[in-house]
């Protein structure tokens, strides 16, 4: 997002190449600061992922339809803004979130999360470049729509996988075979 938003307000006739720049930084610093917030909130990780993931969805929701509307300025600031802040704490929290069921994981499982994140965002980002250009700038909001509604599935689809992965580990401990 941080980096669409920029294309998106030039495109869209909100802004010069040199003005788009300050929708990007309100992305990122809006995101780094309540990065640091975050750890502070209350509540459980899967509370909080279930919150911010929420929150996204609720906000491209808010924003797509802006941009539908034709709010453009209005959709733009406000998923510079406030999509930064629920975006925020999400990877962290996923990076910490197995600790909750008390499953630990060693450095190359950590790098193997980090690698396939990365990949992650990289795929999503030419499929948008692409809808942009193809349809019309919308595509941005419309894409992280479908984005934030898959992510929520894949939240509930894993909460589901670690629940019964850390009862199964309860049970080897509580049951040791002799």
């Not at 797509?64 to 406030?82: K, N, P, V």
């Not at 499953?103 to 999503?124: C, D, H, K, V, Y």
């Not at 349809?135 to 419309?142: A, G």
């Amino acid at each position: 997002m941080g980096a669409w938003i920029s294309s998106y307000v030039v495109m869209q006739g909100i802004t010069d190449k040199e003005g788009a720049t300050a929708y990007s930084a309100v992305f990122w610093i809006s995101m780094t600061i309540f990065r640091f917030a975050a750890t502070f909130l209350p509540g459980t990780i899967t509370q909080k992922i279930k919150y911010c993931i929420t929150a996204t969805i609720v906000i491209v929701l808010i924003s797509s339809l802006l941009a539908f509307g034709g709010y453009i300025f209005e959709a733009a600031i406000m998923s510079s803004y406030i999509l930064g802040i629920a975006l925020a704490a999400q990877y962290p929290y996923y990076m910490t979130w197995p600790s909750e069921f008390g499953m630990e994981f060693n450095t190359r499982q950590a790098a193997n999360i980090m690698i396939f994140s990365m990949l992650g965002e990289a795929g999503p980002s030419v499929i948008i470049g692409y809808l942009m250009g193809w349809e019309n700038q919308n595509w941005l909001f419309y894409s992280l729509l479908i984005i934030s509604i898959i992510l929520f599935i894949c939240f509930l689809v894993l909460k589901q996988e670690l629940t019964q992965i850390s009862l199964s580990i309860r049970e080897s401990i509580s049951n040791p075979e002799v």
